[in-house]
């Protein structure tokens, strides 16, 4: 009994303990977490994980959205009045989303994953949780959360462009493309909310604007949003961990680069930090991937002027100096989540109106003329 009584004081102890760390340290670089796991945890939800990554077990939040509420408490109370204003719903509906957001984000993230923060303080109690973006398959979750109707664009935003350049204008700028594809989808929680004063008008948006899943190069594949050490400009180095613009010129100057070890006869370049970008850059571009633009646009002098299969992720009207009796509309492809490039498309007028209802979703195969026209390779649609 008197051991008993011992173990469950420790324990309280640890608790207490535990409930009072302090947070982190603020880092100027991003850090990338490899390899990780979601770990029970009574406070998981849609946004916030607790998450196992080697040895080191630490809470997160994600940046930018924010999940509706799970359940009505003195801490969730307010919000959840605030996230049901938002989606101009009752507060038993929001609770239902914020159940099924809880759901997505726990099969979404089975396995392994990559988590990056830079350590900002996310805590709203005692406990220690910091801000991140959370990558899996090459997709960030809350673009993802967005798109499927199941977050509100809300919260934090990073100060910090993300790895790969990306800054918190074009990450936001993505989230809101992701927003109006899920309104105009009914999708999540939209599907309650039709007919409301956050919907009105949503039958008048044209499909031409519907987004790509793949709005910036790093949310549609985590390769693309690598970083070229050989092809890199110095602002884009200097985006990584660690590497100041001394360094940047340093890893310009010692190009081409055949090895990421090879770094470590920069001065200053050790193995720990060499290791510290490795997940972020690579040597060479992979290929495109097949059924995509760009893919076809790397051997141009073989496909030109032959009809061509691309995947369509989105699509979007330009204003564009198209032939007579054609209209122009920009489209974006990809395959297997990786982005395969963008191309200017002409659309016989005949044809138009149907073709932006049949590719306003994403996937759709398009077969068209690879051609030269005023200078630009396009793809034109057949006219039979």
């Not at 809470?59 to 101009?88: H, I, N, W």
């Not at 918190?168 to 009914?186: C, G, I, M, V």
């Not at 930090?273 to 059924?291: E, G, N, T, Y």
Request: hydrophobic share 35%; aromatic share 8%.
């Amino acid at each position: 009994m008197i051991r008993l009584t011992h173990r469950l004081i420790a324990q309280i102890f640890l608790l207490i303990s535990a409930s009072v760390l302090p947070a982190r340290e603020v880092s100027s670089q991003w850090e990338v977490l490899p390899n990780c796991r979601i770990l029970p945890s009574k406070s998981n939800g849609g946004d916030r994980l607790m998450i196992q990554n080697g040895t080191q077990n630490s809470s997160f939040r994600l940046y930018f959205v924010e999940t509706p509420v799970t359940q009505v408490s003195t801490e969730s109370g307010e919000r959840g009045k605030d996230q049901a204003q938002y989606f101009t719903l009752d507060e038993a509906s929001v609770l239902a989303c914020g159940q099924s957001a809880k759901k997505f984000t726990g099969d979404y993230l089975k396995g392994e994953f990559t988590v990056l923060t830079r350590w900002e303080d996310a805590r709203k109690n005692e406990q220690p949780c910091y801000y991140a973006c959370i990558i899996k398959d090459g997709r960030y979750l809350s673009q993802e959360l967005v798109r499927h109707g199941l977050a509100r664009i809300y919260g934090m935003p990073s100060s910090h462009p993300l790895p790969g350049n990306i800054t918190p204008r074009s990450f936001l700028n993505a989230l809101k493309r992701a927003e109006r594809q899920a309104q105009r989808q009914y999708a999540g929680i939209w599907a309650s909310a039709q007919g409301t004063a956050q919907m009105a008008g949503m039958e008048l948006v044209a499909p031409n604007t519907a987004t790509s899943t793949s709005a910036l190069p790093a949310m549609a594949g985590l390769n693309n949003g690598l970083i070229n050490l050989n092809t890199a400009t110095s602002a884009e180095l200097e985006t990584l961990p660690g590497i100041g613009p001394s360094y940047a010129a340093a890893i310009i100057r010692k190009r081409p680069i055949e090895t990421l070890e090879s770094l470590t006869k920069i001065a200053g370049l050790t193995p720990r930090k060499v290791d510290a970008i490795r997940h972020l850059v690579r040597l060479s571009d992979p290929l495109p991937p097949p059924q995509t633009v760009a893919f076809y646009k790397r051997e141009l002098e073989s496909y030109l002027n032959t009809n061509v299969t691309v995947l369509v992720d989105s699509i979007a009207k330009i204003e564009y100096n198209a032939p007579e009796t054609f209209q122009a509309i920009q489209m974006k492809t990809a395959n297997q989540g990786q982005y395969g490039g963008q191309i200017t498309c002409l659309i016989p007028e005949e044809f138009f109106e149907s073709f932006l209802k049949h590719y306003s979703f994403p996937g759709r195969e398009f077969t068209g003329l690879l051609y030269q026209y005023q200078g630009e390779t396009v793809l034109v649609h057949p006219r039979q």
